[in-house]
Nanobody, 123 residues
Framework: QVQLVESGGGLVQAGGSLTLSCAAS????????MGWYRQAPGKQRELVAG???????NYEDSVKGRFTVSRDNSKNTVYLQMNSLKPEDTAVYYC?????????????????WGQGTQVTVSS
């Protein structure tokens, strides 16, 4: 079993920045590739960014150039640096697993989701 704990969310004005963290514990060998997902009110959960074990990162089009995903394997922690935030980035952000083929990240989340961290961007 894997435990995922997200943190770092908050309320920020448009144009501001936040850094999210996701600490994984338990059967972390299952977390070779990791990703950040978000769910806005009334919408389905979507993939935002993914990072493969060797560090290759993929991004959803709307966050390219603004968000940066990174990982510290020694700490079993994944980060999401979010800059130039927009009101449409408002959502609960989650981390979870994925898979990578030829450097491309594909969502493959485990059933065990964390509690997420709320990001609210005011206009």
């Amino acid at each position: 079993q894997v435990q995922l704990v997200e943190s770092g969310g908050g309320l920020v004005q448009a144009g501001g920045s936040l850094t999210l963290s996701c600490a994984a514990s338990g059967s972390t060998f299952r977390l070779n590739a990791m990703g950040w997902y978000r769910q806005a009110p009334g919408k389905q959960r979507e993939l935002v960014a993914g990072i493969c074990s060797e560090g290759t990162a993929n991004y959803e089009d709307s966050v390219k150039g603004r968000f940066t995903v990174s990982r510290d394997n020694s700490k079993n922690t994944v980060y999401l640096q979010m800059n130039s935030l927009k009101p449409e980035d408002t959502a609960v952000y989650y981390c979870n697993a994925g898979i990578c083929y030829s450097g491309t990240y594909y969502p493959s989340p485990l059933d065990d989701w964390g509690q997420g961290t709320q990001v609210t961007v005011s206009s």
